[in-house]
Nanobody, 126 residues
Framework: QVQLVESGGGLVQPGGSLRLSCAAS????????VAWFRQAPGKEREGVSC????????YYSDAVKGRFTISRDKANDTVYLQMNNLKPEAPADYYC???????????????????WGQGTQVTVSS
């Protein structure tokens, strides 16, 4: 079926690293802008990073800039989020989203994305 699937979440200590993967089934992810969002319990969904199609320009929230890297593996039609130097935070579900419509300033806004994965949980704790 047509779906978006995240993987790679888990428990990591502060300062550690994780790499999340976003893969599509039933369509070609390479042709879409893809973004990562996260949401902790009781909080609003927060834009983390996105990568555009075409020139693959990338954008990051201030909270993760310099620590996270989004990338696209076109051969495998997969988008990754490399998360380094993870900070202690409440557990959050990380979501991959695609099918964006909006302005450049809205690239990290959840409302701009039509299609979402189910999420993968990331916990950073000592």
């Amino acid at each position: 079926q047509v779906q978006l699937v995240e993987s790679g979440g888990g428990l990591v200590q502060p300062g550690g690293s994780l790499r999340l993967s976003c893969a599509a089934s039933g369509f070609t992810l390479n042709t879409y802008t893809v973004a990562w969002f996260r949401q902790a319990p009781g909080k609003e969904r927060e834009g983390v990073s996105c990568i555009l199609t075409g020139d693959s320009a990338t954008y990051y929230s201030d909270a993760v800039k310099g620590r996270f890297t989004i990338s696209r593996d076109k051969a495998n039609d997969t988008v990754y989020l490399q998360m380094n130097n993870l900070k202690p935070e409440a557990p959050a579900d990380y979501y991959c989203a695609t099918d964006f419509s909006g302005t450049q300033l809205q690239l990290l806004e959840p409302s701009g994305y039509k299609f979402w994965g189910q999420g993968t949980q990331v916990t950073v704790s000592s």
